[in-house]
């Protein structure tokens, strides 16, 4: 399957050269050296451009100047190195540019029912009967040919077909390796079957090519279970939508439907595209983009997001961006191009499998050519009780260099880390955290310390009424009507807290307002029923003549947006408090009820006359359910430390740092500051991750290892800043994305660790006869691919808490 579009036109000499790009799906590409091998053949054609090929995608990107090659011509390149472009072009290049299709990924394989895997079928029986006659019904197994004065029984014939069936597609890939100048695994099996079958090892040459056939099937078909979790991924985005054109329902593709238009989703339908819900009420599952286990109540002026499945209403959205521009097309790009970038890791690797092939074949051949020219007569060992034999013939020492040759292929170490990054990249992303890149994976599970921003991160970042306390014989219900009822008047957000808890609280008719007017700094006031009422931090009241029994404190403020450190509880109005009557506390509030209420880092609306009190109600940005447990967790996984970072105030920072249970806490700071506090975590305790809100706190974000974006669905700052995203509003992620990536970081080490040991162990039994090729190809190559497979899928089971 392919694809063309128009590229960016370039400058080539007085014009500009038109550019295509043919994105293919090439399946059987699954591992490093396949690509290499590709890359070279797609290199000698003239006027391709670049090329970008995914192994973990099982996809190629090819960039190419049509006026000098074709697509067809690009096709032909990767076929030439052996491997099937499924879907290959069947018309020319300019119609299939308008065509559409898209190769994200390769489509799922056949793998046990495909031509290669019936010739291994074939090659299985035969060998299963060659090995019957050979052992077993010896009497039966009589010459029936001769070549070369040598006679060839039942068994040789019946290995020489499994051969023919099952090593014939391994010689073709060598020869193709061999034409593309890779040493890889294909050249190097089919060297060995050549070989062995050259000089009479018809058991050995037959058994290999099986094996090897069998353990290519296998490793296929974990790369694609390893691809069925970007593909699931993939296949969240609705292709249809259903769409109000000229006042009627029109079923369209999703790619057709305009920025403005409405989409209409039913109960069950997936969301089709991002947008804006116009009318109709749900609870949508937005589990898919945000990881939000509970589903989400959706009303009119709420943003909804492509991929998201309404639960049980019916919705009317607008749509606000076209299908390949919505929140889950850009987290599904920005997943593949985080499997396209090479980790630090990777590149060791590659560049350790570069030496270690050649290494190795080199001591293939040394193993072959060496010991029979200077063993004269066997030697028999007993070690650890096994019959070691050193004997000098060509046959035995020939066979064990074709058994070095197998564990020469350094496939299970080159991707082990490839198919980690892979699972646990696509496994966050289904769980709401975006991470950019498998360098930031590792990165993160190795941070010593997390820095967390306190306002939108730990808290809500939206102040909300926490406490109401009325005054003497005042009910709740007369302190909010008042509260209220002079609030209405005011846009601050203090007047907006109070009068959402009001209409919460069933408290709706609220007394007339007159002479409304703003205190500077203080509060408000305002008459009703003609008598004056204030609103206002306790100083006001004070200054009225009350004598209140609360904290004396630097700042009466509302918590700060932990960004500029200001202390927004100031009116902007002017005002005078005009002379009343002074009055005392005459034991209105209880001795320590309001220093109780400002020790917890909320600011404090007295509501009163000049002369009596009506109570007082605190108001807080309220800290987030998840943030405690989240702290928590965060320390028993090992970060060493962790401190939340504000513009705020000291008392309020303070009491949300006691109420969190963060290490440290750091007040009062700037953005720049926020930095420099960064910059001394590092220096006393190693590598920092910074948890913001992906805008405000960009410079911390971008000094420390990792930042990490708060909330960033639908935001595409955040989306762009960040090097990790928390989809959707949930610091409660923070711990699972470290266990993941602290995992991952584990996995790593274990399968690269384990595969060396492993064929370090083989190499080492080689020499000492202990180790077959058919050991060499079960444990060496077959086995250890599949076990760093099965190693690496293991992060797809790790899941945040709920």
Not at 84 to 92: F, K, N, Q
Not at 226 to 240: H, K, Q, Y
Not at 390 to 401: L, P, S, Y
Request: glycine content about 10%; aromatic content about 4%; overall charge negative.
């Amino acid at each position: 399957m392919t694809e063309n579009s128009d590229s960016a036109g370039q400058a080539s000499g007085s014009g500009q050269r038109r550019e295509l790009t043919a994105r293919l799906a090439v399946p059987e590409m699954d591992c490093p050296s396949c690509a290499q091998k590709v890359d070279k053949s797609l290199q000698r054609i003239d006027g391709v451009v670049d090329t970008t090929l995914q192994p973990t995608t099982g996809t190629a990107s090819v960039t190419y100047d049509p006026d000098r090659t074709s697509d067809a011509d690009v096709v032909k390149a990767v076929e030439a190195a052996g491997y099937e472009v499924v879907g290959g072009p069947d018309s020319d290049a300019d119609e299939r540019a308008d065509s559409g299709d898209s190769v994200d990924i390769a489509p799922p394989s056949e793998v046990w029912t495909s031509p290669r895997a019936k010739k291994t079928w074939i090659g299985a029986a035969l060998v299963t009967f060659g090995l019957l006659f050979e052992f077993l019904l010896t009497a039966q197994n009589v010459a029936v040919a001769g070549v070369l004065g040598s006679p060839l029984h039942v068994a040789d014939l019946l290995f020489l077909g499994a051969v023919a069936a099952s090593g014939v597609p391994v010689v073709r890939s060598g020869y193709y390796s061999a034409k593309n100048r890779s040493l890889d695994i294909d050249l190097l099996m089919g060297t060995a079957i050549i070989a062995a079958t050259g000089i009479g090892y018809f058991v050995e040459a037959a058994t290999l090519a099986v094996l090897f056939s069998i353990a290519e099937m296998l490793e296929d078909y974990a790369m694609d279970r390893a691809r069925d979790s970007l593909r699931e991924l993939m296949e969240l985005s609705p292709d249809e939508a259903t769409v109000m054109r000229d006042g009627e329902e029109v079923t369209v593709p999703a790619d057709e439907v305009e920025v403005g238009e409405t989409v209409v989703v039913r109960p069950g339908d997936k969301i089709p595209l991002d947008g804006t819900v116009i009318d109709g009420e749900s609870a949508v599952d937005q589990s898919p983009i945000t990881g939000e286990s509970v589903p989400v109540d959706k009303t009119a002026g709420d943003e909804v997001y492509a991929g998201a499945i309404n639960e049980e209403g019916y919705l009317e959205v607008e749509v606000t961006s076209t299908a390949g521009d919505s929140t889950l097309s850009r987290i599904i790009e920005m997943v593949q191009g985080a499997q396209a970038k090479k980790t630090d890791t990777e590149q060791f690797v590659d560049r350790f499998s570069g030496y270690y092939t050649p290494v190795v074949v080199v001591l293939a051949i040394l193993t072959a050519a060496i010991p029979p020219l200077v063993i004269a007569d066997p030697v028999t060992v007993d070690a650890a009780g096994y019959g070691v034999t050193f004997a000098g013939d060509w046959q035995t020492w020939f066979i064990r260099g074709l058994t070095l040759l197998v564990i020469a292929c350094p496939c299970a170490f080159v991707i082990s880390t490839p198919v980690s990054v892979v699972s646990g990249i696509t496994s966050a992303a289904k769980n709401g955290v975006l991470i950019k890149g498998g360098n930031y994976l590792e990165a993160m599970g190795e941070v010593d310390a997390v820095a967390v921003d306190k306002t939108g991160t730990l808290t809500k970042g939206e102040l909300a009424v926490t406490d109401v306390v009325p005054a003497g014989d005042t009910d709740v219900a007369t302190l909010l009507s008042h509260a209220a009822g002079l609030e209405r008047c005011s846009e601050h957000p203090i007047a907006t807290a109070i009068l959402t808890h009001a209409t919460e609280e069933g408290v709706n008719d609220l007394p007339d307002l007159t002479g409304f007017e703003s205190l500077t700094g203080k509060g408000i006031r305002g008459k009703i029923d003609g008598e004056t009422y204030y609103a206002g931090k306790p100083a006001l009241f004070e200054e009225l003549g009350f004598d209140l029994p609360r904290a004396r404190r630097e700042t009466d403020g509302v918590p700060g947006n932990g960004a500029t450190g200001g202390s927004p509880d100031h009116r902007s109005d002017g005002g005078v408090v005009a002379e009343e009557t002074a009055a005392s506390n005459d034991g209105a509030f209880a001795e320590d009820a309001l220093a109780a209420l400002e020790r917890e880092g909320k600011t404090v609306v007295i509501i009163g006359t000049g002369s009596k009190l009506l109570g007082a109600i605190a108001i807080a940005d309220e800290v987030r359910p998840a943030s405690k447990r989240a702290v928590q967790r965060l320390q028993e996984l090992g970060v060493e430390r962790v401190v939340m970072l504000t513009g705020d105030n000291e008392g309020t920072a303070r009491a949300i740092a006691e109420a969190v249970g963060v290490d440290e806490y750091r007040a009062e700071l700037l953005p720049d500051e926020k930095v420099d506090a960064v910059e001394e975590l590092q220096s006393e305790y190693g590598e920092v991750a910074m948890v913001g809100d992906g805008i405000n706190d960009a410079p911390a974000l971008a000094t420390a290892e990792v930042g990490i974006a708060m909330g960033a669905a639908g935001t595409d700052t955040a989306l762009e800043t960040a090097d990790i995203a928390l989809m959707g509003d949930d610091v409660g992620k923070l711990p699972y994305l470290y266990e993941l990536s602290h995992t991952a970081n584990g996995v790593i080490r274990q399968n690269i660790w384990v595969s060396l040991g492993v064929k370090f162990l083989l190499a080492l039994g080689v020499p000492l006869g202990l180790v077959s090729v058919a050991l060499a190809v079960v444990v060496g190559d077959m086995g250890m691919s599949l076990g760093v497979t099965g190693n690496a899928m293991r992060l797809s089971r790790i899941e945040p808490d709920r």
